[in-house]
């Protein structure tokens, strides 16, 4: 689950509910295999996972969590409401109940009430590290909400300071350098290219909360995209193809040169094969696998006929909403404000680096550059040039993304079920007391253009 293996995880948690025969002993399992079927928008499979559950063991709070976010998930909010509010006396504690609870209260107009229980969850409730973490950043979200940001920032800090791992940016910086140094424009040029020529795959790069799943969305409203989410498929095709089974996260070899054409042609084919499975009709298939971003020239040299679309937003907001998220796995630099700053300053080095490098190597390569401002205050004209690049004729449906009943399994969750809005720009400025080590370690980092004003 924690690697992303969702699939492989639902089948071995069937397998393993089959043979379960105490209905209370099988609570954790059908709470986890529901979580799996979710991530696999297999909404009907989560229900069929937690139903039977609930009905031998009506007070299983894992499985009253689970079936409450999976009606979220299809935005059933009063059916959702009905289960919490019926069950939420006897959770007490329960991280999971406090994150649906607190979704629910903010899209109901019930914050305060939120607010207090969390309060009252943290105060009685013996909790271990990772269920006060997880109550604290639901405090945060419901008091940012309230627009009580001075306390928001303070359940964020102690959510934060719960985390287990640390970031090095030492290390990264060290690794950035590293790569900068082997990958120069001659060996960039040098790197064979597969013969696959699928034009299908849109890799959607950025840093993380900097507009990739608003992106994403709006293209999924085109009747001709399929939007495939945070798919792992390009890393472990690569990991396979070039023998770098035991290297952590991209695998990305410091030796440009041992790259081959069967390689290539191997991880693009074995990427194709699980874009075909995904929809074999679309015209366009998305992929917004942030970390994909580290490994761009291989992608580049798999699928030369790719699109890469890269957003940009203003740092500041970006690293501060990184620093509001509960992420589950990886993004260990989102805990530390000095480490995020250090972390975006990486990600642009790196990314300026493989743009020039790509252009050098090959003039007809081109990034769709996407500013989240001129998304949110200009979302027609920068859509209609979104489509043009990616070769895709308008369509009225991408202005009405928020209508989609695709389901999302990223932070952004509730956020692309709205309307477009521009409340987001500028957010930094509300939080501005408290962001002194972010600011100094973002130095002269370039923000966002202003927006244009109201008219």
């Not at 954790?28 to 079927?37: G, I, K, S």
């Not at 695998?251 to 790259?259: F, I, R």
């Not at 990886?330 to 790509?358: E, S, V």
């Amino acid at each position: 689950m924690q690697s992303g293996r969702h699939e492989q995880a639902r089948d071995h948690l069937r397998t393993l509910l089959d043979s379960i025969t105490d209905p209370r002993q099988s609570v954790r399992t059908r709470f986890l295999l529901a979580e799996a079927c979710v991530r696999l928008n297999d909404i009907a499979g989560a229900h069929d996972a937690i139903d039977p559950g609930l009905r031998a063991v009506p007070d299983a709070t894992p499985l009253i969590a689970a079936k409450a976010g999976a009606l979220l998930h299809e935005r059933r909010t009063d059916e959702a409401a009905t289960l919490l509010d019926a069950h939420i006396d006897s959770a007490v504690g329960f991280a999971p109940i406090a994150h649906h609870y607190a979704r629910l209260c903010a899209q109901t107009g019930r914050a305060d009430e939120g607010a207090a229980r969390m309060r009252s969850w943290l105060d009685a409730a013996d909790l271990d590290d990772e269920s006060r973490k997880l109550i604290l950043f639901a405090l945060g979200f419901l008091l940012d909400k309230l627009e009580r940001y001075d306390d928001a920032f303070d359940a964020y800090t102690r959510a934060n300071a719960l985390r287990a791992v640390r970031f090095n940016a030492d290390a990264y910086e060290a690794w950035v350098d590293r790569t900068i140094a082997a990958w120069t424009a001659d060996r960039v040029a040098a790197l064979p290219k597969s013969t696959v020529t699928d034009q299908r795959p849109v890799f959607i790069l950025g840093m993380p909360r900097s507009g990739t799943s608003l992106t994403e969305q709006i293209l999924a409203a085109h009747p001709t995209v399929h939007a495939a989410g945070e798919l792992m498929t390009m890393p472990t095709v690569l990991r396979r193809a070039l023998g770098l089974d035991r290297v952590p996260g991209f695998p990305l070899p410091q030796d440009p040169s041992t790259v081959t054409p069967d390689a290539l042609d191997s991880a693009a084919r074995a990427y194709l094969d699980t874009i075909d499975a995904l929809a074999h009709h679309a015209e366009r298939v998305t992929d917004k696998l942030v970390g994909n971003y580290l490994g761009l020239p291989l992608i580049h040299a798999a699928l030369p006929a790719a699109r890469v679309v890269h957003l940009r937003r203003d740092p500041r907001d970006t690293c501060l909403s990184c620093f509001f998220q509960n992420f589950s796995v990886g993004l260990d630099y989102a805990f530390d404000l000095t480490d995020l700053a250090r972390a975006h300053l990486q990600h642009d080095r790196i990314m300026d680096h493989w743009k020039r490098m790509l252009r050098e190597a090959d003039p007809a390569f081109g990034v769709i550059e996407l500013a989240y401002a001129d998304l949110v205050t200009d979302q027609a004209a920068t859509t209609r040039r979104l489509l043009d690049s990616l070769g895709l004729p308008w369509s009225d449906a991408c202005l009405r993304f928020h209508e989609s009943t695709r389901i999302t399994f990223t932070a952004s969750v509730d956020q692309v079920a709205k309307p477009m809005y521009a409340s987001s720009l500028g957010r930094w400025r509300r939080y501005e007391k408290h962001l002194a080590p972010l600011l100094d370690a973002l130095g002269g980092a370039e923000p966002d253009p202003a927006p244009p004003p109201a008219s």
